[in-house]
């Protein structure tokens, strides 16, 4: 089966047009079909206040109201994507930017009400990726860029968590390609020590996950992130990446972040 | 060759959802490949007096500044053009929603500063659109939906008038299909009588423009109007129609509007 690559980056380099733009660059160059997904970052909650939308919060929970579904619609799908694409573009990289709703890629369903009403956002499983569309779209030489919109297929519009998009595009389009998920976060990888970037974990088996849960080097928000990816390398996905976005160029050298596999 | 459908609808249609909704089932039944490009509309000036950003004019003629371009991007590629996608896909029709730097779609100069600075405003020319890339989409059954924002191919995402995509698209996809390009307005078409929508001309032949302007039938701004749709059929268009896409339906019955021809 032929590799595909599936990038995750977040604010923190979305944020940053010198970070953006040194990651692009190392996007470009990677070789083989590949799949970029962006989350939001500051510009949304930017937007959101010059336009007067307030974040919703129940509970602690970020509710995602009519409002702020329009402002992340034009945020995401708009300004970021568009102005990633236009990037990628000029380095000779042939992006075309998407939702979920362009081309069917991610039909999800809005997110039942129970506690909490968290509005317009969408939830995915395992139908929800379209793996024609985005095969199509490989073999004919794009490079989709996916930010966190889908819809439910009725019209609606909804936010989705991009590592979540990232996971369940990396698991569907196992079917098709040996699929590498890569999520880039602020952390060079899993860290023996979490002050010493020097401490990074190059590789993890499935089989590693629970002693090293048990010696505390997997402690706190590392425990769910290491979950999902696990998760993913069990419904197909040929290996998992968690690393920083700034250091892409290693990962054909093997010293890129933290690898998961099987 | 195989028949291609370019449709472009303007604010008409896309600030009222029932036109909008009306006009897209009309689209969706439509035949064949097909491509619909839209303009912006009253959601973008709505959306620029929120975020405070003013319309700038000079000379009467409309400036797009960088906050400007900012709002467009967000309105135009993000909120209008991924609602189309949505409605769309819901009415079973497979939309891509697209700017013109997606799969380097529509390739554009920025015009060059002279009396007036225009600002980030895209011009075409002969080399602008990528007939391959939107082949590919056709040809993998995408339905391509594109707004009214280019690139330069040098990062720079700029804004360029929608009616001007529709004839640069239509006129280089020729050389691949049989290109039929319409125009949906406010009026049924060019009329005898411009107070009366009974009095529609149904064809017109471009040997007969000339004398259709000396006897006023063709006056003030339907001049321009069809002075650029004949230029489309002599660079290779087969016709384009000029009509009000509520009638859209009946453009098989030979209803519909005016149709321009050699």
Known sequence: MQKLTIIKIG??????????????QDFTVLEGPKILIHGGGKIATETSASLGV??????????TDIDTLRVVTMVYAGLINKN????????????IGLTGADGNIIKAK????????????????????????LTNLLQAG???????????????????????????????MSSAYETHLVYCFEKKGVLKDVNDDATVVREIRSSDFEPLKADGTVAGGMIPKLHNAFEAINKGVTSVYIGKADELAEIGKGTFGTKLSP
């Open 11 to 24: 604010g923190n380099v979305i944020d940053n047009s010198e970070n953006l733009h040194h990651f692009l």
């Open 54 to 63: 307030e974040a919703k919060m129940v509970d602690g929970r970020r509710i």
């Open 84 to 95: 990633i694409v236009a990037q990628l573009q000029a380095k000779g990289s042939n992006a």
């Open 110 to 133: 809005k997110r039942p009400v129970k506690e909490i009403d968290y509005g317009f956002v969408g939830d995915l499983d395992e139908s929800s990726v379209s793996v024609p569309s």
């Open 142 to 172: 794009f490079v989709p860029v996916l930010c966190a919109i889908t819809h439910d297929g009725e019209t609606q519009l909804l936010n989705t968590n991009a590592d979540t998009i990232a996971s369940a595009v990396a698991v569907a």
